[in-house]
Every structure is written in C-alpha cells, then in structure tokens.
C-alpha cells in the first residue's frame, strides 16, 4: 500500500494535565472514527490507550500512545501523552513530532498547572493549538468560566467555536458557532448526534460568542475584515479556510466541548482536526542543525534525501527495542539500509508498522511527514536522527527537567545484580529523565527519576517485564573529611617472624591544601634514608589511609603531605612495610590537625508562582538554606539558593505540598562546607553505629 501525502495526514498530539480526560478523548475519537468498534474506559482498563498492566492499575496514562487511523480521507496520527508531570519526557517528544496539539482541559477545574507549562511547550514548537473542555457532564462543570480561565492564562485570541446546550448532569448537545447549528446527542454509539435548530433560550447568547468569533477570524484577513464590517454574510468555506490560516500561525485558539466518555462532541472534534489543524505540507519545513551547527530546513518533500527523527523507544523484553518516529523527509520503506547519523552505525529497517496501541499494522513505506514505528534496530534510540546516508544532521535536544529525587539500589537476591542492571539500562533507554549510575564515594547504585512515584513505576517495570526485583533506600550524603592545621607524625611498622621481618619506618607532614587539590605529595627525602623504590608505597599507603578518615571514616580531601625523614633495614625492609607505615603516620597526623567533617552543598534553582515564593524561601531557610537572590522567568519566579544536600534528599514532595505542585527545580554540585559542631557530632555518631553493625 503506497504512503499518504503529507497533506493528507494530521499529527495531533493530546496534551493537558492529569485526570483532565485525554484517554477517554483518544479512546471516542477512535470509536467514533470507526477505528475501534467498543468504546473502552479508563475506569475498567479496556482503553486502547493505556495498555501497560501499570497504566490499567493506576488508571493514569504513564508512556504515549501512537493511534493511526483514517477519518474523512486523512491519515490522523493521534498520540495520548501523560499528564502526570512525572512523565513528561513522552509529551515533550510527542510534541517534537507533532503539528497541531489538542489541549484537554477540565471544564470544572479550567486551567491547571500542567495544561500552562504543557501550552508553553506547545508554543516553543511552533505548534498550532486547539481546546476540548471536557467532562461538561461533571457536577460544577462551567464551560464559561473555563473558557474565562484560558484567556486569562494564554490571551484574548482563545475563542469559542463551540458552546454547550445545557449544563452539568443534562448537557447534551453543542452549539456549532460557524454556521450557527445545534447537534444535540444521545446515548454514547457513534454517530449518536441529530442536527437541530439552536434552542430559542441559548439564541441570543450563541449571537454573542459567535460575534466575538468573527471578530476574531476577520481580524486574519483584511478582505474578510471590510465585508465583516459592511455586514456581509461570510460563507462557511470563508470562514474555515480563514480560521484554519490563523490555527496555523499561531493567532487564533479555538475551544471546542464535549464529554469524552458519552462520546458527545467527538465527531466534532475530529471534523476540527481535518477542518482547523495544518498538515505537514501546510505547516512546512521544520528546523534542524546541520554541519558547524548552522540552523537549515528541512521540507516535507516526500522525493528528498530521507530525513527521520526518533522520539520514542520501548525496551519489550521479546522484541528488543521498538523505536517510534517521524518521516521529516523522504520516504522510509520496510525492507531497506538507512544510517544512524547520530551514532554513525548502518541499520537494517525490517517491517514497518502503524501502531493502534499495542496492535501493529505492517506498512510498506511512510512517506514525508508521517509516524510510525519499526522494531529491532541494534543501535538506535530516542533522540537518534536516521537519513539515506551519513552526513551531519540533528535537532535540538529536548528541554527536560532534570532528576532530582535519588534513591540507592540493591538486587532483591544475591545474584540478580547483573539481571537489575540490565533491565534499569534498558528502561534507561526509553526514559530520557531517568539516571542511572554507580556513586564513586558511597559504592552505591543509585537510580533518580523526577519523583517518587516515578521511580516507582521504574521498579515495577523492571519487575514486570524483565523480572528483575530491587529494593530501595535513601542514598548516603556523601561526607568528606580535611584538614585545618599543619601536623607531623612518625609511622613505624615493625614485625619479627621466624623468617625474614617486615620494617618500614617514615615521618610525615601534612598541612591543608587548595580546595580540588586532593593528594599532594611531595618526596623531601634527602641522603636515602628511604630507598627511592620504597616512595610510592607510601605514597600508596597514604592514597588508602585518605579512603577513611578519623573524624567518621568519610574520604579525606584537599590535603598536602611531605615525606621528610624516615629508615629503613637492608633485609626486613618492603614496599608492603612502608605502605602500613605510611597509612600509620597519615592518620596519626590526621589526629592532631583539627580534622573536620565537610558536607556537600548544592545550588537549587526553584520556579515557582510568584504567591508561593515566601513559603518557599521560608522552607529553605529551615533547611539552613541561603537564598542567592530571585528573579521573574516567564510567568513563574525563579528562586536561586544553596543548601547542604542533606537537607533536600527529600525535597520533591515538600515542594510539591508548598506550592500545589506548580513548582519544579533542579539542583548542581557546588562545593563542600564544614558541617556545623552540634550537626557533626549526630554524623559521627551515625557512621560509628554503622560500623559496629557491619562488625
């Protein structure tokens, strides 16, 4: 079967925030379209969209989902994303890739946190937009004051295209503002809607908002505008192909209305994404990096060198990895050699498939502008840009919140860790804000995800489908010990056998050195009191005495020690005497230059709503926190500040509670301070009872 054109397909993406309704959305305009023949729900796990066991049981969307189908001779890429802001890596990608965004909000809620920070995304793409306020049907609902909401968060160019008949438990129907028709509904199969004249109590008001429409879409063309103002009637061929140029660039927002779950208002709906939304063709080329990293353009020509962008992979434990991506340009056919020119390695495309969910159709080829997937490439993944040959070419890499919430790993049993690491190196892949790494100080495997409840998904994933089971626990802070004064000390190691003895026999001075120094040595030995060949084993003896210190046995650092005298015996001399002689006087010496314990402090940077910025200053004062200053980014403020790490291991779900969760932040590695005496002292301890368990 030959490809579409690209401008017979719609790239749409559902985006909003969490519990706002998008897979019950997806899930009717499958239905409706024909697509699907039930009408699943969220609530019994039956939605194509949420397939993954961990989806159905937390009855939230955690990955996107990819359905292709066909609806009045266009090809509709429609692709549910997370709301959870957990996941956010899948909607930012979704967006990459996508052309118009349907931004689902809640008509008794309005304007959420994740629908603003989800629309700032959309807008940074360039992405037409357009509004479903769903769940009209839920007590409270009030389209009015949702639709107040958005132009209060995004402009006066969010307009009503649409307007409900009736309200909460007995709306049933949408007033279609455009050519002035009602559809009223009933029951939830599809084509469940009769046209019917505008019920004489909502008359006046549908003049209103559609007055205030007009207005709007005469405001895109100067033609229109003049036969606007002399009173002309504007067909609706006019006014579409107006709205649509507007949709496109960015200055109109239409809201449309509906309940998802009774199918009411779907076949609008995906009439606006055929009507109101852009193709590729339409939407034009999309910009990339090229060589020198010059910005070029990349159009949807379907004849051109092949040009495809991978924005999601899926690590299946039976069919390797499943990569999804879009067709910038050219055409990709199954059964073909592309190169990975991210990683320079050739890759064999096999079967080509359009996903329903879980259910893959094989395809031939797609064309210019389309999505689909292919499972089984060896080397790429997310982010990996594949092209007919090799030559430098990339997009941006997406702007993702960093990892902030770390928790230390351990194999449930003893010789699963192979298996552990396996599988979070595998999820790793799929999942951008996901680290993973071994913590050099503390010995520890540390995996950290957005939030808690992300990387509790992780843990069950791993189980699930690689059977790989780990327990966590909160990772160790990780403490350093220095110096403050200059000391000296002897080390004398002296043990007779009944064969050949062990003698070393050293005197050391150490003294606090630059901050990122770590170990200086210097060899001041003078007339050979000790052999040349015996200097690096004290040198070595010192490396590991540095490993744990005096004060708590954290590493020791920023130190410079002088090897200046010392002895040795001809026979009982060796390099294992003078590396314990060396460790015996580094430490003696450690015990007189006021050791102390040293704590890492981070630089967080908070953004937050401006009404939530004394709290959160506030609670970072109580962490012995020291605010570094604020300044306004966008719509939020942007609170910079530094603060000893262990104060904040545990920071994400206090944010989360001060600001209602609209607040994010990420934090760096700054330096290291001297832990304060009364707070050491609980340190100290805690690293001596470690020890006497361990024993």
Same mark, same amino acid.
């Given at each position: 079967m030959?490809?579409?054109?690209?401008?017979?397909?719609?790239?749409?993406?559902?985006?909003?925030?969490?519990?706002?309704?998008?897979?019950?959305?997806h899930e009717?305009?499958?239905?409706?379209?024909?697509?699907?023949?039930?009408l699943?729900?969220?609530?019994?796990?039956?939605?194509?969209?949420d397939?993954?066991?961990d989806?159905?049981?937390?009855?939230?969307?955690?990955?996107?989902?990819?359905?292709?189908?066909e609806?009045d001779?266009?090809?509709?890429?429609?692709?549910?994303?997370?709301?959870?802001?957990?996941?956010?890596?899948?909607?930012?990608?979704?967006l990459?890739?996508?052309?118009?965004?349907?931004?689902v909000?809640?008509?008794?809620?309005?304007?959420?946190?994740?629908?603003?920070?989800?629309?700032?995304r959309?807008?940074?793409?360039?992405?037409a937009?357009?509004?479903f306020?769903?769940?009209l049907d839920?007590?409270?609902?009030?389209?009015?004051?949702?639709l107040?909401?958005l132009?209060?968060?995004f402009?006066?160019?969010v307009?009503?295209?649409?307007?409900?008949?009736?309200?909460?438990?007995?709306?049933?129907?949408?007033?279609?503002?455009?050519?002035?028709?009602?559809?009223?509904?009933?029951?939830?199969d599809?084509?469940?809607?009769n046209?019917?004249?505008?019920p004489?109590?909502?008359?006046?008001?549908?003049?209103?908002?559609?007055e205030?429409l007009?207005?709007?879409?005469?405001?895109?063309?100067?033609?229109?505008?003049?036969?606007?103002?002399?009173?002309?009637?504007?067909?609706?061929?006019?006014?579409?192909?107006?709205?649509?140029?507007g949709?496109?660039?960015g200055?109109?927002?239409?809201v449309?209305?509906?309940?998802?779950?009774?199918?009411?208002?779907?076949?609008?709906?995906?009439?606006?994404l055929?009507?109101?939304?852009?193709?590729?063709?339409?939407?034009?080329a999309?910009?990339?990096?090229?060589a020198?990293?010059?910005?070029?353009?990349?159009?949807?020509?379907?004849s051109?060198?092949? +040009?495809?962008?991978?924005?999601?992979?899926?690590?299946?434990?039976?069919?390797g990895?499943?990569?999804?991506?879009?067709?910038?340009?050219?055409?990709?056919?199954?059964?073909?050699?592309?190169?990975?020119?991210?990683?320079?390695?050739?890759?064999?495309?096999?079967?080509?498939v359009?996903?329903?969910?879980k259910?893959?159709?094989?395809?031939? #080829?797609?064309?210019?502008?389309?999505?689909g997937a292919?499972?089984?490439?060896?080397?790429?993944?997310?982010?990996?840009?594949?092209?007919?040959?090799?030559?430098?070419?990339?997009?941006?890499?997406?702007?993702l919140?960093?990892?902030?919430?770390?928790?230390?790993?351990?194999?449930?049993?003893?010789?699963?860790?192979?298996?552990a690491?396996?599988?979070?190196r595998?999820?790793?892949? #799929?999942?951008?804000?996901?680290?993973?790494h071994?913590d050099?100080?503390?010995g #520890?495997?540390?995996?950290?995800?957005?939030?808690?409840?992300?990387?509790?998904?992780?843990?069950?994933?791993m189980?699930?489908?690689?059977?790989?089971?780990?327990?966590?626990?909160?990772?160790?802070?990780?403490?350093?010990?220095?110096?403050?004064?200059?000391?000296?000390?002897?080390?004398r190691?002296?043990?007779?056998?009944?064969g050949?003895?062990?003698?070393?026999?050293?005197?050391?001075?150490?003294?606090?050195?630059?901050?990122?120094?770590?170990?200086?040595? +210097?060899?001041?030995?003078?007339?050979?009191?000790?052999?040349?060949?015996?200097?690096?084993?004290?040198?070595?003896?010192?490396?590991?005495?540095?490993e744990?210190g005096?004060?708590?046995?954290?590493?020791?650092?920023?130190?410079?020690? @002088?090897?200046?005298?010392?002895?040795?015996?001809?026979?009982?001399?060796?390099?294992m005497?003078?590396?314990?002689?060396g460790?015996?006087?580094?430490?003696?010496?450690?015990?007189?230059?006021?050791? +102390?314990?040293?704590?890492?402090?981070?630089?967080m940077?908070?953004?937050?709503?401006?009404?939530?910025?004394?709290?959160?200053?506030?609670?970072l004062?109580?962490?012995?926190?020291?605010?570094l200053?604020m300044?306004?980014?966008?719509?939020?403020t942007e +609170?910079?500040?530094?603060?000893?790490?262990?104060?904040?291991?545990?920071?994400?779900p206090?944010?989360?509670s001060?600001?209602?969760?609209?607040?994010?932040?990420?934090? #760096?590695?700054e330096?290291?301070?001297?832990?304060?005496s009364?707070?050491?002292?609980?340190?100290?301890?805690?690293? @001596?009872?470690?020890?006497?368990?361990?024993?």
């Open positions: 030959p490809h579409r054109a690209a401008d017979r397909i719609r790239n749409v993406a559902l985006i909003g925030h969490r519990g706002s309704g998008k897979t019950s959305l009717a305009m499958l239905f409706e379209a024909g697509a699907v023949n039930r699943g729900t969220v609530s019994d796990g039956s939605t194509v969209s397939y993954e066991d989806e159905q049981e937390r009855e939230m969307s955690i990955g996107a989902t990819l359905a292709s189908f609806h001779g266009r090809k509709i890429n429609l692709i549910d994303t997370p709301g959870e802001p957990s996941f956010v890596a899948d909607a930012a990608a979704t990459r890739v996508c052309d118009a965004a349907v931004v909000v809640n008509a008794v809620m309005g304007v959420e946190v994740h629908t603003e920070r989800l629309w700032r959309a807008d940074a793409e360039g992405l937009r357009l509004v306020v769903n769940m839920r007590e409270r609902a009030d389209f009015f004051r949702a107040e909401s132009k209060e968060a402009g006066p160019h307009v009503a295209t649409e307007i409900p008949i009736g309200s909460e438990h007995e709306v049933n129907g949408v007033v279609d503002l455009i050519d002035m028709k009602a559809f009223v509904y009933e029951g939830a599809r084509g469940n809607f046209e019917a004249e505008i004489e109590e909502l008359r006046a008001q549908a003049e209103e908002y559609r205030k007009m207005d709007e879409v005469a405001e895109n063309s100067d033609e229109l505008m003049e036969r606007y103002l002399d009173g002309e009637e504007i067909d609706h061929d006019e006014i579409v192909t107006v709205l649509k140029q949709v496109t660039e200055t109109i927002f239409p449309t209305c509906g309940v998802a779950t009774k199918n009411l208002g779907t076949n609008r709906l995906l009439d606006a055929v009507e109101d939304v852009p193709s590729p063709a339409m939407r034009g999309v910009g990339a990096v090229g020198d990293g010059e910005e070029i353009e990349i159009e949807p020509d379907e051109g060198d092949l +040009v495809a962008y991978v924005f999601k992979t899926v690590a299946d434990p039976y069919t990895r499943i990569n999804l991506l879009r067709v910038d340009r050219g055409t990709l056919k199954s059964d073909s050699q592309v190169v990975n020119v991210t990683r320079s390695e050739k890759e064999r495309i096999g079967q080509l359009s996903p329903l969910g259910e893959l159709t094989n395809v031939d #080829e797609l064309g210019a502008g389309d999505i292919v499972a089984k490439l060896k080397e790429t993944r997310a982010g990996d840009v594949l092209c007919s040959k090799q030559q430098q070419i990339s997009f941006p890499p997406l702007d919140p960093a990892p902030v919430m770390a928790f230390a790993y351990v194999a449930k049993s003893k010789g699963d860790e192979e298996k690491a396996q599988a979070v595998r999820l790793s892949e #799929e999942d951008p804000t996901l680290d993973v071994r050099q100080q503390t #520890e495997q540390i995996i950290a995800g957005l939030t808690q409840a992300h990387v509790e998904v992780i843990v069950d994933r189980k699930r489908r690689f059977g790989a089971e780990i327990s966590l626990k909160p990772p160790r802070v990780p403490y350093q010990e220095t110096i403050r004064r200059a000391a000296k000390a002897h080390g190691y002296k043990k007779q056998t009944g050949r003895g062990q003698f070393g026999d050293c005197h050391l001075e150490i003294a606090p050195a630059e901050d990122g120094t770590g170990l200086e040595f +210097v060899n001041a030995i003078k007339g050979g009191v000790i052999p040349g060949s015996f200097i690096p084993a004290v040198e070595k003896g010192v490396k590991e005495a540095m744990h005096t004060v708590a046995g954290y590493p020791v650092k920023d130190v410079s020690v @002088r090897l200046y005298d010392g002895s040795h015996h001809s026979v009982d001399s060796s390099e005497a003078f590396k314990i002689a460790s015996m006087a580094f430490k003696q010496a450690m015990q007189e230059a006021g050791a +102390v314990l040293l704590e890492p402090i981070v630089q940077t908070i953004s937050c709503p401006e009404d939530v910025v004394g709290d959160v200053i506030g609670d004062n109580s962490r012995r926190g020291r605010p200053g300044e306004p980014k966008g719509a939020a +609170v910079k500040a530094e603060v000893p790490m262990a104060e904040v291991l545990d920071y994400a206090d944010l989360r001060i600001s209602g969760g609209r607040a994010d932040y990420t934090m #760096e590695f330096r290291y301070e001297e832990v304060p009364h707070l050491a002292e609980k340190v100290i301890s805690a690293a @001596r009872d470690a020890e006497e368990v361990k024993a």
